[in-house]
């Protein structure tokens, strides 16, 4: 008994260390080309696609090594053959697990996004939490060729940005997951982050703002990043963002509100065929910055600064709505999913009769503002 037990034991001692210490698909690091993002553009002439992938390098200095990065370009008549391609220009395998970013431009995605997003949702390598955005440029590639100063990999730069999105509120949240499951809904109304070069400190730089309108999977518009703010505050998704109001109470005073909370109820109504949407906004927010020397403290001035800017946002956000209805008949704020659960006779009536309800939706606006405070500071900075 004491000799099969020795037997056991030895068997475990030389058998699992073996089978502990590593992975049945590891690989060599010094193998595979990291890949930090991607740019994906098309050959007018050849009707090919042009992959560009940012690939990390390293620099050793003394006892530290700085981290970095290469573009490297190829073509295929497909995304995958593109990127099987690339090897030829690196290497090496690539490895897909460490992407940020895959950047589409925008006549892609004016021609249809779905052959570009396959390939990176089929893939097992690549992670469904990416980030895609679409170039409001010419070229997707261009974005990657400007590097920023605080980081040396545009890619990272990209997706350090994105992961601060909750406090600007001025591009949507745009995940690989996320987005496919909007497109695939029913209405498939969707909205990605948009990216476009600017020009910063006689240097040019990457820099995400505003939102790309998808109709189906094709791309049909943009709102900007004030706009795109609005489109997250009556779905209940801004948790922070800024409102800059000017020229308040017609004085030359500007102020800036920091949002805070926010809360955003829709209530679809149905009677004789007609449609409507009453959406109540109630923010709260706090001054967070006066431009001016006027006391907007005094419970005066501050009914009226709560006033002007209950009707600056109601207007805005209006205005947002006329713009989807009408320019680009997209429903990205989610209505007609709304009447879908609430009013479903609404919506079985509009399908039965072929018109498009939300084209047909007349909307009212009510903003309920709550102003909490105004920083450290109580009144406004006099001047002598």
Known sequence: MK???????????????????????????????????????????????????????TQAQGFTSNVNSELFTSKGDTIFEAMRNMIQKTGLRLYWSGTKVVIISKTIASQGIIPVIDWTSRDSDVRPDIWIMISKGDSAAEILKHKVKLNEVTSFHLDDTMMSGKILSGFKDSRLNSFLNEMTSEGNSCLLATVENQSSDDAIEPRLSGSAIFKSDKLVGYIDDTETLYMQMIKNKAHEGLIVLKNILGSSTNITLE????????????????????????????????????????????????????????????????????????DVLGFDETFMREKPKASEDFKKSGEDIFQNMKTVVKVHMKIKGSGKTIKSIPTS
């Open 3 to 57: 000799k099969s037990k020795l037997i056991i034991l030895s068997f475990i001692i030389v058998v699992f260390p073996t089978v502990l210490s590593g992975c049945w698909d590891y690989k060599e690091i010094d193998t595979l080309a990291i890949v930090a993002g991607i740019a994906i553009d098309r050959d007018i002439s050849t009707n090919e696609y042009i992959v560009t992938t940012e690939i990390i390098t």
């Open 259 to 330: 949002i805070f909370e926010n809360r955003t109820k829709l209530t679809p109504k149905y009677n004789n065929g007609r449609v409507s949407m009453i959406i109540d906004i109630y923010p709260v927010v706090a001054i967070d910055e006066v431009q001016g020397t006027k006391d907007f403290m005094k419970e005066e001035n501050l009914k009226m600064l709560q006033s002007e800017a209950e009707k600056e946002i109601e207007v805005r956000v209006q205005s947002l709505i006329d713009k989807l209805q009408k320019d680009y008949d997209s």
